[in-house]
């Protein structure tokens, strides 16, 4: 049995809490920490079985019978709490992105070197069932040369201006799941991105500096072109497909939703809305990589998705960064690391 403890009680912090608990057999929360614990959070906890709480994370990197650390605090705390933990030889699942600064996902890899420790990121959805049969048909040649991929992902709602603030803006908070989607259906590395974008749903987010709207076009190394359209917003709910088109055929993914139930009536047919958002679409694929992390630790194996994986879609969020504000394609050779 696998202990862990969980840094940060927010949105993930407690949907790993809620999977861990209910659909990891071989892990069990030994403690949670989050500095703004408050008597809510530490009722779900103790809901969910947890042992202890606290408002100071060190408690749980100097507790020697903690194996794994889950950081899910803010994203500036990722790759300090990275290094914290490893340094006191703890294993570390962090959730995405490990930073947005370059210089310091380095630190990260620094600190692992030569400790044997395992390190995995939290880009769920390739544990999702749809998006793995998806990759597994691609790489099993089923549409023979990948040569179009396109990624439709939007979200019910937008964050609230405070989040996108200090969310280092939506292609490093948001795209940075298709970016790592790309790379897995692709099998390969981006060369070159292109994007357009705008402020369409919420002019706060504008005026926070970041856009809600985009159109992202990118070169794979295989050859491959690649397609992303990202909105804030979809009064419909959370809309997440793919499309692989190939030399053989194509392979594409629908959105799961609640029942397959089709109304037909004398105004139309009307089927089910997408599940609403990341925690009821993804449930399954936070259990799954965690399992695959624990599976990890237990075998001395490699983790799915390593630092170097962390790493890859950060380089290709700064390059869509960089391409909006020179309004030009950015190469990947572009960004320094
Ligand atoms: N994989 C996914 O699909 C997914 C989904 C949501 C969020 N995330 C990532 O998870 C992270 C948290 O996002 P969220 O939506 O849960 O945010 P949130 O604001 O709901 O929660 C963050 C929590 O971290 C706590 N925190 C801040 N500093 C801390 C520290 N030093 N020690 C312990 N706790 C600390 C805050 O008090 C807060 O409760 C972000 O980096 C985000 O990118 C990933």
């Given at each position: 049995m696998i202990k862990v403890g969980i840094i940060g009680a927010g949105r993930i912090g407690k949907v790993h809490m809620t999977s861990i608990s209910t659909r990891v057999k071989d892990a069990v929360i030994k403690t949670v920490a989050d500095p703004f614990l408050n008597e809510e959070t530490i009722a779900f906890a103790k809901s969910m079985g947890v042992e202890h709480t606290t408002k100071d994370y060190h408690e749980i990197i100097n507790d020697?019978?903690?194996d794994a650390v889950l950081i899910?605090?803010?994203?500036?705390?990722h790759s300090p709490i990275s290094i914290e933990a490893i340094k006191a030889g703890k294993h570390v699942f962090c959730e995405k992105p490990i930073d947005h600064d370059v210089a310091r996902i380095k630190e990260v890899m620094e600190a692992l070197k030569g400790t044997g420790l395992k390190y995995q990121v939290g880009f769920n959805r390739r544990f999702d069932h749809n998006f793995e049969a998806l990759q597994k048909a691609v790489a099993d040649g089923?549409?023979?040369?990948?040569e179009i991929i396109k990624i439709t992902s939007r979200d019910p709602e937008p964050p609230s201006p405070e989040y996108v603030k200090v969310s280092g803006g939506m292609f490093l908070d948001m795209t940075i799941h298709d970016f790592d989607m790309v790379r897995y259906l692709a099998g390969c590395d981006a060369e070159e991105i292109y994007v357009q974008s705008a402020?369409?749903?919420?002019?706060a987010i504008g005026q926070a500096g970041d856009v809600d709207t985009a159109l992202i076009t990118l070169k794979m190394a295989n050859g491959a072109l690649a397609m992303i359209d990202n909105s804030r917003k979809a009064v419909y709910g959370y809309d997440q497909r793919a499309e692989v088109f190939g030399s053989k055929g194509m392979v594409q993914t629908a959105n799961d939703t609640e029942s397959t139930m089709v109304f037909s009536g004398d105004q139309g047919i009307v089927a089910e809305k997408p599940l609403y958002f990341f925690l009821e679409r993804y449930m399954e694929s936070f259990s799954r990589e965690v399992r695959l992390f624990v599976k990890a630790i237990e075998e001395d194996t490699d983790t799915p998705l390593g630092v170097m994986d962390g790493l890859k879609p950060v380089l290709m969020g700064i390059a869509a960064k960089k391409s909006v504000e020179e309004h030009r394609p950015v190469k990947l050779s572009e960004i320094k690391f």
């Open positions: 020697p019978e903690i899910c605090s803010s994203t500036d705390t089923k549409v023979g040369k990948p402020v369409l749903v919420d002019p």
